[in-house]
């Protein structure tokens, strides 16, 4: 072998190695945020995974899966704002695989997350600061969330909660299914076009309960013990006869139609329950 | 006498007042209602006219704006304004057919007339003036302004720009449909309620969407 053809070989080696690399690297980053601080996170493909951290930093951990993006993660001097930012390097022939990026962020106690992406899947579980969350058509997940406040937007991702207990929830969800399972706090809203909406739990502890959509349905699956004052409601979908025995109410806001509204308390009324569709089938059934 | 050549000499009838207009216009008067009529309501108007004439004369940017008004307006041709020129010594220029320095003290009756047509044919071109919209404001029509937003994400990643696209169609249904609840009975709450959460819906997509394409 010549010097050049092994200087060639071994050059091709490098630039194969470099891209092995690059191709599921997976670098840790460490911030310095105090309490009280608001992390953002953006990105577009790929994956967020957030959860509670034992350290006092956040430590994020991004996979790229090539050398067209990188994971930019930076905070300010002060500890009061930090960054997680997907950058794409070179889009020029890329493939959705090539732009991924995968996080996997633990959260210190009392530290406020943003988070924002159009295809990737969000999953976060156990923070116990205030979440924003925003994605075009990625999952969204949250579990075991309590006491604080959640603020989710979708196109079309689906939503999923389950454990969320005394938090103050709002989704807003243009296309994407919302399922609620044990989800209870002093406000707990859900607005959708033409997602359907599930709830499943025991609206526990009192607090103000809004399910609204256009078209999709609203199913409500709820225990016989639940301490309700509920209202249902749809301009030209149907209501079907609650299968728990509410007491109707003699008076009410809402003009009775025969069909198209209910309303109804359980026990002391103490969480106000509203469910209210345009033409979206309402349905509310004892939880198995 | 048939109307037009009636029309032609209508000017000298209402200036002398229809005392010396001769017989065969006054029988043509006569026979033909609607010729009839106009100088009824010719007469009228030049009886009242003066009544509503201010005491000093008009500036002559007055006049000249009517005359730039009616041009402009396809009204009358800036070079020929036969009732007009009564009012002054005319005849000094194609475009100069109202003299107006050289106008008299008084209004004629024919004067008081097209002036106070004139004024009055101004405050109904002025009221019914609808201004034309510019043709680079496209994006003020919602469909359109949807579209380009649409485009705008699309653009990044179609497969998202599809999600875009169907959410916009159902949101403007919802938005469609909430109004007509609204419409059918303004005070009906939940109605109103849905109707903001359609808006807001909307604003959503559009904050979504616009800080998508800004990545």
């Given at each position: 072998m010549t010097n050049l053809t092994r200087t060639a070989y071994m050059a091709a080696l490098l630039v194969v190695g470099a891209n092995l690399a690059a191709a599921g690297a997976t670098r840790q980053s460490r911030l310095n945020l105090g309490p009280g601080a608001v992390l953002t996170v953006v990105t577009s493909g790929g994956s967020v995974s957030l959860h509670p951290g034992t350290e006092q930093q956040v430590i994020v951990n991004s996979t790229t899966h090539s050398d067209r993006v990188e994971a930019d993660v930076h905070a300010t001097p002060d500890g009061k704002r930090g960054e997680v930012v997907t950058h794409v390097l070179s889009q020029q022939g890329a493939s959705a695989d090539d732009l991924r990026v995968d996080y996997d962020i633990a959260v210190p106690p009392g530290i406020s997350v943003t988070l924002s992406t159009a295809t990737a899947p969000i999953t976060v579980q156990g923070v116990s600061g205030d979440i924003s969350i925003s994605s075009d058509t990625g999952q969204i997940t949250v579990r075991q969330i309590s006491k604080s406040h959640l603020h989710v937007r979708g196109v079309t991702a689906p939503v999923t909660l389950t454990d969320v207990i005394g938090t103050h929830v709002d989704i807003t969800s243009t296309g994407g299914a919302v399922q609620l399972t044990q989800v209870s706090g002093p406000t707990v809203e859900v607005r959708t076009a033409s997602g359907r909406i599930t709830y499943n739990g025991?609206?526990?502890?009192?607090g103000h309960y809004l399910l609204s959509t256009h078209d999709a349905p609203i199913d409500v699956f709820m225990p016989a013990f639940a301490s309700v004052d509920l209202t249902a409601r749809s301009s030209t979908g149907a209501v079907d006869p609650p299968e728990l025995p509410l007491e109707k109410k003699e008076h009410t806001n809402v003009l009775p139609a025969p069909g198209r509204s209910f309303t109804g308390t359980s026990h002391s009324g103490s969480a106000s329950v509203e469910l209210h569709s345009y033409s979206g089938r309402i349905r509310i059934k004892k939880q198995p | 006498m048939n109307c037009e050549q009636f029309q032609e000499i209508l000017p000298h009838i209402i200036d002398d007042g229809g005392q010396d207009g001769d017989a065969e216009a006054r029988t043509h008067a006569d026979a033909c209602p609607a010729c009839g009529d106009l100088v009824r309501d010719l007469r009228h108007i030049a009886e009242q006219a003066p009544l509503l004439l201010p005491m000093h004369d008009p500036s002559p940017r007055v006049w000249s704006n009517i005359q730039q008004s009616l041009i402009s307006e396809g009204l009358i041709r800036g070079d020929r304004t036969p009732g007009l020129?009564?009012?002054?010594?005319?005849?000094?220029?194609p475009a100069s057919v109202?003299?107006?320095?050289?106008?008299?003290r008084a209004w004629t009756p024919l004067g008081s007339i097209m002036a106070t047509a004139a004024v009055l044919l101004l405050g109904v071109l002025l009221f019914n003036y609808r201004p034309k919209p510019a043709?680079?404001?496209?994006?003020?029509d919602p469909a359109s302004a949807d579209e380009q937003l649409i485009r705008q994400v699309s653009s990044k990643d179609p497969s998202v720009g599809k999600a875009y696209e169907e959410s916009m169609k159902q949101v403007n249904s919802y938005i469609a449909d909430a109004e007509k609840a609204v419409k059918n009975d303004g005070n009906d709450s939940v109605a109103n309620e849905q109707l903001m959460d359609a808006y807001q819906q909307k604003a959503m997509l559009y904050e979504m969407a616009t800080a998508r394409s800004q990545e």
């Open positions: 025991d609206f526990a502890g009192g | 020129a009564s009012t002054g010594s005319a005849n000094t220029g109202i003299a107006l320095p050289q106008r008299p043709a680079g404001l496209k994006a003020s």
